[in-house]
C-alpha cells in the first residue's frame, strides 16, 4: 500500500513516498497553465513555470493553492493528480493509498474542509491532515515531546511560519504571508530602479537564488530583461552587495514577529527553547549567512538542515511512516 506525505507549498509541490526507502519522489513547481476562457490545462509543474512571462494573452500561470490557501479548486485538483500520476500511483491504488497533507498553522475549519475536498476530488479516501508546524519541526531533526517545546522558523515562498511546538501542541505560533516572492519582487523593483532593467520573475528568483547572502554578498550577476528607457532587450551586470537589502527586509520583520512569539512564551518554556536554539527550514535558508543572522539576532544557537526546502515532506514521511506518531498528530479526514 502507498503512504505518501504531501506538502503543497505555494511555490513548490513536494512528495515523499514512506511505504519504500525511496523517499522524496517529487518536487515541482506547485502551477499550472492554462488557455483560453474554457481555461484548458497546457502544461502543470516544472513545464508550466517554464512559461511565466512568455506566454501570449490568452494563456496564464496559475498556483492553485497559494499562500497556504486553495483559491482554485479545480486547478489544484488536477495538479495534485497529476503529481501522483507522475509519481507512479495508478488512480486504482488512489482510494487505498494511506496520505498525509500539510495543512496551514491554525487552518480553519473552512480551510479544512477545502483540503478535504481537494483529497476527494483527487480520489483520496485515507487522508490525514497534520498542521505544518510540527512537520517542519519533525523535517528539521528535532524531537517533539512535551517536555521540550521547539522553536521552529520556516520561511518559504509565500507564507513563514513561526512557532514554538511541543507533543502536546503548539504552543505560540504565527503565519505570515511573507517569503521569498516577496524577496524577488524586491529584486525587481531594485534592479529597475538602479539599473533601469526591467528584469522577470523568474530572472529576480534566479539572481536571488545565485547571488543574494546575508553573510558576505560579493560578486555580480548578469540579468537580462528590457531597458526601462528604450523597451528593447538588454543585459546589465547587477552586484550581489547591492540586493542584501531587498532580502534583508523581509528578514528582519521576520524577526521582528519571531520576537513577538518568544515575548509571550511561559518562562518554563522560554527556558527550554533558550536552552535548544531554533531549528530553520525552508528554501529560503538556503541564502548564505541567513542562519547565523537569525542566530546572531535572536541570541540563539541556529539549526539549520540539510536541503531545508524538504524539511515540511520530510516530516510529513516521518509520521506517516509511524503509527504512534500518526495517531498522536494526524487528523483524519472524516
Ligand atoms: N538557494 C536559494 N537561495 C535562496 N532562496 C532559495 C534558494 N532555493 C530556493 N529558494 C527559495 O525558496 C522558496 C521556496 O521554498 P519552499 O519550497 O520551502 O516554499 P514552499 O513550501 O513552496 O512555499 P510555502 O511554504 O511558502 O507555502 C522560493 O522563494 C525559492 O526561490
Ligand atoms: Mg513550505
Known sequence: MWKLAIDLG?????????DTSSGIVLAEPSCVAVAGMDREIKAIGKDAKNLIGKTAEYTSIIYPVYEGEIVDLTLAAAMLKEFLARVGVKPSALRRAQVLI???????????REYAMLAEECGLHKVFFVEQPYLEVLGSGAMLSDSEPVFCIDIGGGVTNVAVVSGDGIIAGISMNVGG????????????KTYNLKIGALTAERIKNAVCSLADARG???????????????????????L??????????????????LRK?????AATVNRN???????????PGLAQYIGRSLEMRPYLCEEPQFATVRGGGAIIRDKALLTSFGRENE
Open 265 to 269: 512564551l511561559p518562562a518554563e518554556v
Open 277 to 287: 536554539g531554533v531549528f530553520l527550514s525552508g528554501g529560503v535558508m538556503k541564502l
Open 244 to 261: 542584501t537589502g531587498c532580502v534583508r527586509a523581509y528578514v528582519d520583520k521576520i524577526l521582528e514577529y519571531a520576537g513577538a512569539v
Open 10 to 18: 505555494s511555490s513548490m509541490t513536494k512528495i515523499y513516498r514512506a
Open 181 to 192: 516572492n516577496n524577496m524577488d519582487a524586491n529584486i525587481m523593483e531594485k534592479v529597475a
Open 102 to 112: 500539510g495543512i496551514p498553522c491554525g487552518a480553519s475549519e473552512f480551510a479544512r
Open 220 to 242: 555580480a550577476i548578469v540579468a537580462e530583461g528590457s531597458s526601462v528607457e528604450t523597451c528593447r532587450p538588454a543585459a546589465v551586470s547587477v552586484h550581489a552587495a547591492e
